[in-house]
């Protein structure tokens, strides 16, 4: 009876030990999720989990300085109850006009330094707990400028995010211009954490020799844009 008894115990913690084990390989990375793309014509913002696990956006907020406003957050609770699936994207909305588009959703309640456009921005999400001054809470940033020209009020968090490992160099931009339409993050880029200017791409390219590679670039991009995720957002949920 013994011997049974401390075989089944045995068994039991097999499986226990099994199951977390397959918990902690699917459990989702804050970095995974990165921003791809920032569409300024549209202005929708392209979040993708590059990571194998289900990531919970509660408590999560974006940051978006540009040349007259440095500090503009949206709200701590705005993206509760959203997730993102592994391999999917989530499109937020500036303008709230998602509708009912599965992996679309409206503007996130709070401050934003809208619209976005080829001139000075900065753009970061930041992970629960969220600690403004603590680049170890970014998820991940991108900045952009006309001509790439370094900008002392729309690099409110750059240097936080250079600190924390997920940009460069707080002095260097994606490089716009005044008919930049929207940036990429290219395909070699993908799952990085830590970015650059060179790992993004201006659309159009400004020089013909580039558009080969925007063209297969976009293809991917495409591609990846009609994937869809798993949300739990109230709204989308009730559609």
């Known amino acids: 009876m013994r011997r049974l008894t401390l075989l089944a115990t045995t068994v039991a913690l097999y499986f226990a030990s099994m199951c977390f084990l397959s918990l902690a390989v699917a459990a989702a990375a804050p970095r995974d999720v990165q921003i791809v793309d920032v569409d300024f014509t549209t202005q929708v913002i392209e979040l993708f989990n590059f990571g194998t696990g289900t990531e919970n956006l509660s408590g999560w907020q974006f940051c978006s300085p540009?040349?007259?406003?440095?500090r503009q957050y949206s709200t701590a609770?705005?993206?509760?109850g959203i997730s993102i699936n592994p391999g999917q994207s989530l499109f937020v909305h500036l303008l709230s006009d998602a509708g009912s588009q599965p992996g679309h959703i409206d503007r996130p309640a709070?401050?934003?330094?809208?619209?976005?456009d080829p001139s000075a921005h900065g753009l970061g999400i930041y992970f629960a707990p969220v600690i403004f001054l603590d680049g170890n809470t970014i998820a991940d940033h991108v900045q952009w400028s006309i001509d790439g020209i370094d900008n002392?009020?729309?690099?409110?968090?750059?240097?936080?995010?250079?600190?924390?490992?997920?940009?460069?160099?707080?002095?260097t931009w994606v490089v716009t211009h005044s008919d930049s339409t929207s940036i990429m993050l290219i395909e070699a880029a993908n799952g990085l954490i830590l970015?650059?200017?060179?790992d993004y791409i201006q659309v159009p390219e400004?020089?013909?020799?580039e558009m080969w590679t925007?063209?297969?670039?976009?293809?991917?991009?495409?591609?990846?844009?009609?994937r869809t995720i798993c949300t739990e957002h109230p709204r989308l949920s009730e559609e």
């Open 77 to 80: 609770t705005a993206l509760n």
């Open 110 to 116: 709070g401050a934003w330094a809208d619209p976005l």
């Open 195 to 198: 970015h650059g200017p060179s």
């Open 206 to 209: 400004p020089r013909a020799l």
């Open 66 to 70: 540009n040349s007259t406003f440095s």
């Open 152 to 171: 002392p009020i729309a690099d409110e968090r750059s240097d936080e995010a250079e600190a924390g490992g997920v940009w460069t160099d707080q002095s």
């Open 214 to 226: 925007w063209g297969v670039v976009g293809l991917i991009a495409l591609a990846r844009r009609r």
